[in-house]
């Protein structure tokens, strides 16, 4: 994958970039739910789970790199992802017309539009989607009532079974996934806006997001419990990095 050309000019904007007035004021009314996670853990599955139900609607996120060809079978515009050139993406930033946007190992540059979210609200449905740790702070700041969620495997053994169950993996792939779960992890015990799933089931784990987006809290011994799960994904990661 080739490195952005225009990557000067998004890494000017991005670490100080702010939705438009009339953006935020849009926001202010819409429903919005996010995951976060490992690699690995469900989360497609379970957003698949969740926006086959009438309340929610997947938001398709806006991206400057190319359609991948997956299972022989080209990427859609719209589906998948918004396929964006970066003069396009670069116009809608300088126009506040994100919510957040990241520049990903210099390659891409992805985003959650302004756009998608009102698509979302004017069907009357809470608006879904996946996030890396990054946009989360971004979020926040113009989005204090979103329900983020962590979603957690249910421990390191099963994780890494699900893992190393989607197929050959280059194992300096597998380290790097590793080490963005330990940032993930990391957030999961430092802040303090997370609700926590752990995923055992992905049936269930959908109908507990489904409650947590209506009432937007999980109470104190699910979230200690989750925390403790945590500080051990941790610490079976770091054994396992550690040995290659």
């Given at each position: 994958m080739n490195n952005l050309e225009l990557i000067n000019d998004f890494e000017k904007i991005i670490p100080n970039y702010v939705p438009s007035k009339e953006s935020i004021e849009l926001l202010e009314n819409i429903k919005l739910a996010l995951l976060i996670a490992p690699s690995s853990t469900g989360r497609n599955t379970i957003i698949n789970e969740l926006v086959k139900e009438d309340s929610f609607q997947f938001i398709v996120t806006d991206t400057t790199r190319l359609p991948r060809i997956n299972n022989g079978i080209e990427e859609t515009d719209g589906i998948e992802y918004w396929f964006k050139t970066e003069e396009e993406f670069l116009s809608g930033l300088k126009a506040g017309k994100y919510l957040e946007a990241e520049i990903i190992h210099s390659q891409q540059v992805s985003g959650i539009s302004i756009r998608e979210l009102v698509r979302a609200h004017e069907h009357g449905k809470i608006a879904i989607t996946d996030i890396?740790?990054?946009?989360?702070e971004s979020v926040i700041k113009y989005k204090k009532d979103a329900t983020i969620i962590m979603l957690l495997p249910p421990s390191f053994d099963e994780w890494l079974r699900r893992l190393m169950g989607r197929g050959e993996m280059p194992e300096i792939e597998?380290?790097?996934?590793l080490n963005t779960a330990l940032k993930i992890f990391?957030?999961?015990?430092?802040?303090?806006?997370?609700?926590?799933?752990?995923?055992?089931?992905?049936?269930?784990s959908a109908k507990e997001i489904d409650r947590l987006s209506s009432v937007n809290h999980l109470d104190s011994t699910d979230s200690k419990i989750a925390k403790e799960l945590i500080k051990q994904l941790i610490l079976d990661t770091k054994e396992y990095l550690s040995k290659k």
């Amino acid at each position: 994958m080739n490195n952005l050309e225009l990557i000067n000019d998004f890494e000017k904007i991005i670490p100080n970039y702010v939705p438009s007035k009339e953006s935020i004021e849009l926001l202010e009314n819409i429903k919005l739910a996010l995951l976060i996670a490992p690699s690995s853990t469900g989360r497609n599955t379970i957003i698949n789970e969740l926006v086959k139900e009438d309340s929610f609607q997947f938001i398709v996120t806006d991206t400057t790199r190319l359609p991948r060809i997956n299972n022989g079978i080209e990427e859609t515009d719209g589906i998948e992802y918004w396929f964006k050139t970066e003069e396009e993406f670069l116009s809608g930033l300088k126009a506040g017309k994100y919510l957040e946007a990241e520049i990903i190992h210099s390659q891409q540059v992805s985003g959650i539009s302004i756009r998608e979210l009102v698509r979302a609200h004017e069907h009357g449905k809470i608006a879904i989607t996946d996030i890396d740790i990054g946009g989360v702070e971004s979020v926040i700041k113009y989005k204090k009532d979103a329900t983020i969620i962590m979603l957690l495997p249910p421990s390191f053994d099963e994780w890494l079974r699900r893992l190393m169950g989607r197929g050959e993996m280059p194992e300096i792939e597998i380290i790097r996934r590793l080490n963005t779960a330990l940032k993930i992890f990391k957030a999961g015990l430092e802040k303090d806006y997370f609700s926590y799933v752990i995923n055992v089931n992905s049936l269930i784990s959908a109908k507990e997001i489904d409650r947590l987006s209506s009432v937007n809290h999980l109470d104190s011994t699910d979230s200690k419990i989750a925390k403790e799960l945590i500080k051990q994904l941790i610490l079976d990661t770091k054994e396992y990095l550690s040995k290659k």
